[in-house]
């Protein structure tokens, strides 16, 4: 069954090595840890009000100096880990990290008050606590989770290309190097926009359960590279010299289209939200509909469809299924289908929610105004 599902190569470990793998994750929770508690940060002020003060909550972020310093210490072999481990322990790694994420959900749903999740089940699944700060708000763990998630992502996916140049030497795929491109990219992109972060659906309305710690984690750091799994067990295509050129630029381009549109939406709501007054880029009109004390966005990128942001996760993760080349192989799709099918049902969810906060009658408003959901002119 493993053979033919194309992962052998994942079970090659020696028993100790399998037990070292299994044990990676809770060594790189705990050295992140450290980093985010002990590296310099800047303090900032979010948009998620803290209910004992009445004031936006306090962060300190310092996620792109622990993110250099994880590239550095990888690159290096610093730690005498060699680069390619992260690849070969994943399966390994996911176990154990499953286990530890299993452990922190249920410290951090014992430790909370009960409130409105009765069922023990849906409180650990879910969560009971919106913030969870340590250590007078220097350490933020929602962050935290994000911080460790990408970097891991970015590491896993160089991981694999390592792995791959290792095992097929001058005929590797250039393809798999510019997945491991698009990834480090799309997480240096966050670290560097990270301030914004403070603004999105997972800082504001998720609860710390084993949803948002173990995505955060496990599924964010090591199952993001799902595809790499079964394609960095695959040489180089073969195509001609002309036919490779539109092969790697065609999905270069359309990962950098589908970046645009996610970082330019994201970027628009942030700013409207922080200088409601402000025109984006200095060219697009703040125009809003009125709902009580708030205010809903329908200009610009929020003018074309309601969850346009999502449009562009989508080309981002289109891009990733081809990216390698091998077009037919079900592996390559893995991601591309795992991300439509969350953001498909996540603006689901994001659309009840907005009904609520903005009231019924002001989100039917904004949905005459703004007739499609992701896809303008198909959904």
């Known amino acids: 069954m493993i053979e033919w599902l194309g992962i052998g190569h994942l079970f090659e470990l020696s028993p100790i090595e399998a037990i070292a793998g299994f044990f990676t994750p809770l060594a790189v929770f705990a050295a992140f840890f450290l980093a985010q508690l002990i590296l310099p940060g800047r303090r900032v002020t979010g948009y998620v009000v803290n209910p004992e003060t009445g004031e936006p909550r306090n962060y300190r972020l310092n996620g792109i100096l622990v993110f250099a310093i994880a590239l550095i210490v990888w690159a290096f072999e ?112 966050y670290f560097i926009f990270e301030r914004v972060q403070l603004y999105t659906y997972d800082l504001i309305h998720e609860h710390l359960g084993m949803k948002l710690i173990w995505g955060g984690l ?80 329908c200009s610009g990128l929020w003018g074309v469809a309601r969850h346009f942001n999502y449009m562009g996760e989508g080309f981002f993760c289109l891009s990733v299924a081809l990216v390698f080349g091998y077009f037919a192989n079900p592996w390559a799709w893995t991601y591309f289908v795992f991300i439509v099918s969350l953001f498909t049902w996540r603006q689901r969810v994001d659309e009840k929610n907005c009904a609520e906060k903005y009231g019924a009658e002001k989100w039917a408003e904004y949905r005459a105004r703004v007739k499609y959901r992701i896809f303008p002119g198909v959904y």
């Open 78 to 189: 610093l730690t005498g880990m060699p680069r390619d481990w992260f690849y070969r322990s994943s399966i390994y790694a996911v176990a154990g990290g499953t286990v530890f994420c299993l452990t922190f959900s249920i410290w951090a749903m014992l430790g909370r008050r009960q409130g409105e999740a009765q069922n023990p089940f849906v409180a650990f699944w879910d969560g009971r606590s919106l913030e969870l700060s340590l250590f007078r708000e220097r350490f933020d763990v929602k962050m935290y989770l994000y911080v460790v998630g990408g970097t891991m992502l970015s590491l896993n996916a160089l991981s694999g290309a390592a792995y791959h140049y290792e095992r097929f030497g001058e005929d590797f795929n250039p393809g798999v190097f510019l997945y491991a491109a698009f990834f480090t990219f799309y997480v240096l992109d």
């Open 218 to 297: 496990v599924i964010y750091g090591w199952l993001y590279i799902l595809p790499l799994w079964g394609m960095a067990a695959y040489p180089n295509p073969g195509f001609s010299t002309l036919w490779t050129y539109v092969w790697l630029i065609g999905t270069a381009a359309m990962f950098l289209f589908g970046w645009g549109i996610s970082r330019g939406a994201n970027m628009q709501k942030y700013t409207f939200k922080r200088w409601p007054d402000r025109k984006f880029l200095g060219i697009i009109e703040p125009r809003h509909i009125e709902a009580g004390d708030r205010k809903i966005l």
